[in-house]
């Protein structure tokens, strides 16, 4: 039964608030692993685990997370999951060593992990169907704006106070969402006690999403295959997911219950989600490490470039629910969104090195309006056609996709970074020689520069190699980087006949989705 007044809303945002908490620590380590690395002792690539670690666990629990509510009641997780978080998150703040910061962040990604989902479900339950819509728009901009702004408020925090802080602000936030929990969400019965636990299954999920997720983000790190455990963990993966398959279609009481594949809808709506990941996730990878390694933007300057976008969806998000209600078909409305995202990767594409913050406005609002465009239609069509428990097995299943995706978007990116900065620069050095007029030119006016300044003839043309060694270096990324942007588009764009696989229908309500 749905709730009205003061309590739907005070329900509404106590559930995204939670949300928000998971979304925001998803990325606000990121910028804080040179301080933390610092502080503890830890090399830069022992240091990453501290992301590693909490999306692996993240990752785990969320195709789980539907027969968890059901079995604990879902109000009864929820709650859980946030005392958890807010107290793993005390833990990590107060941690010691790395290896204490690393097993505290697993602790807080999987209690993350129960948050989304459920918080969906739990807004399903609380707002009429005939407004949902407005529930999903709310919802929506938590999961878009969030990750992005993850880095920029750990940027902030960790330039004014210290790394711990990024944790500790967590605590407030949670208690209160606790309280509100306990006071305001409804309980709803426990179901599935009766039956057997798939432990077999819950084993196999964890190994096989964990060995995924790991090699996804150490991947391009360990220089994938060239390193023993990445090969291990690959083959754990493929066997491991094809024997979880079999064992939840073969077993009685499954934790992943596969027979909602059924629905065209959903299946085809698992890969357009996955899809968004790559597109979401990897724009919010790509972006900052554009501006900040080449334009010399700060992670404050960045995340104010990335605020007008983040306005636009807020903006256009509310109206997402009603066109949807009023019979635009989910369909129609992913693809114009997909247009306009590749039409923010092909405008980023042609960047330069003397871009300024005002020359972003218009891309960024693009994608802003692609995102709302895109958040809202494809999690209805993913699971708008289930019912009853099938709601929160198929929104925990098409959360794992999106987050997947974006690991897929972001190692994929990062190994293509890898070659074609290494591709860009051989091409550009190509030029540097003594027959290219151009080269001669740029070379003797370093030289002349540097003697201006005092330099011999010696140290000026030293000089002068070694700045030249620097343009070819910060083109090369620069083209890099536009390619980045490119690939992003065409990822997105070649996606569209994907939307129309599935049936179309009007009228059909707006559902809201996580992560």
Known sequence: MAETGFKK??????????????????????????????????????????????SVA???????????GSYFGRKTYFLTSIIVFTIASFLCGNSHTLTELVAFRIVQGMAGGGLISTAQAILLDTWPKEQVGTATALFGLGAIVGPTLGPT???????????????????????????????FVRSTPKEGRENPIDWWGIVLLAVSV?????ILEKGEDEDWFATPYITVLTVTTVFGLLLFIWRELSTKCPIINFSIMRHRSFSIGMFTSFILGVGLYGSTFVFPVFTQNLLGFSAQQTGEVLFPGGLFTIAIIPFMGMFLNKGVPAQ????????????????????TLGMGSSDFFWPLAIRGIAMALLFVPLTTLAIGDL???????????????RQLGGSFGIAGLTTLIHIRQAVHRNNLL????????????????????FMAKGKSMSDATRMAYGAIEGVVNKQSALLTYNDAYWVVGLVMLFSIPLLFMAPIKKGQKAITGGH
Not at 58 to 68: D, E, K
Not at 156 to 171: A, E, G, K, Q, R
Not at 333 to 351: E, I, P, R, T
């Open 332 to 351: 129609l409305l992913a693809m114009v969104g997909m247009l306009l995202f590749f039409a923010f990767s092909a405008w980023l594409s042609n960047s």
């Open 153 to 183: 408020i750990g940027g902030w925090i960790t330039d004014n106070y210290s790394w711990p802080w990024i944790f500790y602000v967590n605590l407030p936030v949670g208690a209160i969402a606790a309280v509100c929990t306990y006071l």
């Open 210 to 214: 964990g060995s995924l997720q790991t």
């Open 430 to 449: 190509s030029n540097v020689e003594q027959s290219n007029p151009y080269f001669i030119q740029r070379f003797n006016d370093y030289v002349h520069a």
């Open 387 to 401: 019912r009853g428990a099938e709601i929160g097995q198929g929104a925990g299943l098409n959360n794992m996709m």
């Open 58 to 68: 993240n990752v785990i629990i969320l195709p789980m997370s539907g027969w968890l």
């Open 9 to 54: 809303w005070i329900i509404t945002i106590t559930v995204i608030t939670a949300s928000l908490l998971e979304l925001i620590d998803t990325t606000i380590v990121n910028v804080s692993i040179p301080q933390i690395q610092g502080n503890l002792g830890a090399t830069l690539t022992d240091a990453a685990w501290v992301i590693t670690g909490y």
